[in-house]
Nanobody
């Protein structure tokens, strides 16, 4: 089983930054990747970013248009902790943010999707005020 847990949400002023963390424990599937999604108030879930989790299963780092140029993803060198660095935050970035480990075509598709076995965290709230 894979356990995923987000942290680092909070409040920020427009133009500010926040860094979300996603700690993964358990046995990550061999062909897996990390995806970030968000759900703004009253809206459907939106893809944010995707990155690989293993050097032996390369995955193209991908961003949604809303995140390009402002958000970055990375991984701790030694531990399975993944980060979403969010810069120049805007009120429209207000949402519950989720990370997940997804597998197979969820990692290879041209767009950010989830597929196969997917393990979600509980989410962390980000609120951006103008």
């Amino acid at each position: 089983q894979v356990h995923v847990e987000e942290s680092g949400g909070g409040s920020a002023q427009a133009g500010g930054s926040l860094r979300l963390s996603c700690a993964v424990s358990g046995d990550m599937p061999a062909r897996s990747c990390m995806v970030w999604y968000r759900r703004p108030p009253g809206n459907e879930r939106q893809a944010v970013a995707r990155m690989g989790t293993r050097t032996d299963f390369p995955v193209r780092t991908t961003f949604a248009d809303s995140a390009k140029g402002r958000f970055a993803v990375s991984k701790d060198t030694w531990e399975d902790i993944f980060y979403l660095q969010m810069n120049n935050l805007q009120p429209e970035d207000t949402a519950m943010y989720y990370c997940a480990i997804t597998t197979g075509m969820g990692c290879l598709h041209s767009t950010i999707i989830t597929a196969g076995n997917t393990y979600w965290g509980q989410g962390t709230q980000v609120t951006v005020s103008s």
